[in-house]
């Protein structure tokens, strides 16, 4: 089953340096998502892209975020300056279209550190 | 704002007995409810799910059931397993395509 992969799996930063997060969703799929989980916490909605843009974001996501789709695979969300509440472990995942009855598939997550 | 509720943390049940989990939302927009379950350090995987305009829909030892009227979905695991142990979690699509997700149940099955 084609699934969505997430590198790197795991991730360590001092606080204030800028991350990569990076994700290869489906290959036919077009909406793309970035989850976050901090520990113990429920899966909370980042941002979602579409065509090439991005369709809705959530408070979480600050000026500190982005995301791109630099090529027809990659899809990845940086984090400018980290801090230490950015500890959490993020989750890509995508949807073929955005029609009824669509499922997101998860990536198994990367999880970040930050000191 | 919490739009998506798991009011259960927990939940421990015998193995071959019936596992249900609860799930509240407030947002009558939603049009399709899901199910997913979560081994430690692995994303989140499908289990089942549910339109809007149904109220019951089974897939083998899985069933949920959506009471639109409550605002409440269930997820019925029988007979419970040993590998059923995991988090689950409900999540809930709006006509936007967004998906939000219930804080999750930690499912135990006692052999």
């Known amino acids: 089953e084609p699934e969505v992969t997430q590198t790197p799996s795991h991730q360590v930063t001092q606080m204030g340096q800028e991350v990569i997060l990076r994700c290869v969703p489906i290959s036919n799929h077009l909406y793309f998502y970035w989850y976050r989980q901090i520990l113990g916490q429920k899966v909370e909605f980042l941002v979602s892209f579409y065509n090439n843009e991005i369709s809705e974001k959530s408070e979480i996501f600050d000026d500190q975020f982005s995301v791109e789709r630099p090529d027809g695979s990659n899809f990845t969300l940086k984090i400018r300056s980290t801090k230490l509440e950015d500890s959490a472990m993020y989750f890509c995942a995508s949807t073929r279209t955005g029609g009824i009855n669509e499922k997101l598939f998860f990536g198994s997550g990367t999880q970040l550190s930050v000191l | 704002d919490q739009q998506v509720k798991q009011n259960s943390p927990s939940l421990s049940v015998q193995e071959g007995r019936i596992s249900i989990l609860n799930c509240d939302y407030t947002?009558?927009?939603?049009?399709?409810f899901l199910w997913y379950k979560k081994y430690p350090a692995e994303g989140p995987t499908f289990l089942i799910s549910i339109s809007s305009i149904k109220d019951k829909n089974e897939d083998g030892r899985f069933t949920v059931f959506l009471n639109k009227s409550a605002k409440h979905l269930s997820l019925h695991i029988v007979p419970s397993q040993p590998g059923d142990s995991a988090v689950y979690f409900c999540?809930?699509?709006?006509?936007?395509?967004?998906?939000?997700f219930g804080t999750g149940t930690s499912l135990t099955v006692i052999p």
């Open positions: 999540a809930a699509r709006n006509t936007g395509n967004q998906f939000y």
């Open positions: 947002n009558s927009m939603f049009d399709y």
